[in-house]
């Protein structure tokens, strides 16, 4: 995770685990984390293919230009995109473990902004560990973006989850304009 605000929401993460897989949706606490609200969302997993909208900041809907609650974050990628991300999220949610891509945000008039988006899994009412708590963070000023909406997130680059209970050297390839980040059992 590049940015200081996703570092700190995965402390923040750890620190409500307590030894287990993920910590439950009810233990996030707002005050703790009111520095990064504007940017948190959270998503429920409903099937492969539909991770909803719960909540999202008020700075990820500014930047797009429209409330996302009970709409599927997939909606915001196109094509092999959306089935990378789909795979991001299915992973960490069933390895509970965190991770992160790096997407690039673009305004009809090309205007792009590249952004860093962690995710973290959490554990619902039910004790299954079904949603996501994410951070959707700029990496650059959003000025340029003021009065223009996003209308397209193009994924850069994937950081997948870690095998759970394994610190794994990272090695990089590339493919294509896409930075892929794969860990090494070896």
Do not use: K
């Amino acid at each position: 995770m590049r940015h200081a605000q996703s570092r700190a929401l995965h402390t923040y993460w750890q620190t409500l685990r307590l030894g287990s897989a993920a910590p439950q949706r009810e233990d996030i606490a707002p005050q703790d984390i009111s520095e990064l609200l504007g940017h948190v969302f959270i998503l429920r997993r409903i099937d492969p293919a539909h991770h909803v909208f719960r909540l999202a900041g008020t700075q990820l809907c500014d930047l797009y230009q429209r409330e996302f609650r009970d709409q599927n974050f997939l909606s915001l990628w196109r094509g092999h995109d959306a089935v990378h991300v789909q795979a991001v999220l299915e992973s960490s949610l069933s390895g509970a473990s965190p991770a992160s891509m790096v997407a690039r945000a673009s305004s009809m008039d090309m205007h792009q902004l590249p952004v860093e988006i962690s995710v973290f899994p959490l554990r619902g009412p039910e004790g299954v560990v079904d949603r996501i708590l994410g951070l959707f963070q700029p990496l650059d000023d959003t000025e340029p973006f003021r009065g223009r909406p996003v209308v397209r997130t193009t994924l850069r680059e994937i950081r997948p989850p870690a095998v759970p209970g394994h610190l794994l050297p990272v090695s990089r390839r590339h493919t294509g304009d896409m930075q892929l980040h794969i860990a090494n059992d070896h």
